[in-house]
């Protein structure tokens, strides 16, 4: 079993939608968790982080986690053209963050 | 600041030629990581440092070693290039473990033929 999970995409919403990203990992003892952003040919960018239960709302993102079921998602709502890109969950083992493959998103307009 | 930093940005090397992929910070970060991304996959840890002087291995670290002499250079070295070495390698340092965002470098590309 990987680490992490993510929803396998791509994911394609129209403008304006929320965007639903999923994540499951398998270290009950992690602590804190991350989404990455990346662009392209570009490196990794936070775009949230959460490390308590429930939600976390921060712009037109909410992450939300679950430490009993082991699963964190991330909401986008309005969905823009510019949030088109490669979501990446990230998960604290120790020292070390631990990455799913990611997810891509496009938005079409 | 210029956070942190990565050269080259590209390389192509030959089977069994060897080379180091610089890597530097100056956020005075003492946890600095090395990740290698293989195309449409995530993060995977090839080193990481908790400071000047201490190394450990992470997920991926055959055919790979650091070393860190100072906080702000954490030097990948390549020994043997091997074509399952052909990746996209990126840096990435911390205030703290785990509780910290990690900040990116700009990746090198790396190719060997």
């Known amino acids: 079993q990987k680490e992490v999970e993510q929803n396998s995409g791509p994911l394609s919403v129209p403008e304006g939608a929320i965007a639903s990203l999923n994540c499951t990992y398998s270290d009950r003892g992690s602590q804190s968790f991350f989404w990455y952003r990346q662009y392209s040919g570009k490196s990794p960018e936070l775009i949230m982080f959460i490390y308590s239960n429930g939600d976390k709302e921060d712009g037109r993102f909410t992450a939300q986690l679950n430490k009993a079921s082991q699963y964190v998602s991330l909401l986008i709502r309005d969905s823009q053209p510019s949030d088109s890109a490669t979501y990446l969950c990230a998960v604290t083992n120790d020292y070390k963050l631990s990455f799913g493959a990611g997810t891509t998103v496009t938005v079409r307009a | 600041n210029a956070g942190v930093t990565q050269t080259p940005k590209f390389r192509i090397l030959k089977i069994g030629q060897s080379m180091t992929l610089q890597c530097a910070q100056d956020m005075n970060h003492n946890y600095m990581y090395w990740y290698r991304q293989d195309p449409g996959m995530g993060l995977k840890l090839i080193y990481y440092?908790?400071?000047?002087?201490?190394?450990d291995k992470g997920e991926v670290p055959n055919g790979y070693n650091v070393s860190r002499s100072t906080t702000e250079d954490f030097p990948l070295r390549l020994e043997l290039a091997a074509p399952s070495q052909t990746s996209v390698y990126f840096c990435a340092s911390s205030y703290s473990p785990g509780r910290d965002e990690q900040f990116f470098g700009p990746g090198t590309r790396l190719t060997v033929l």
């Open positions: 440092s908790v400071g000047a002087g201490i190394t």
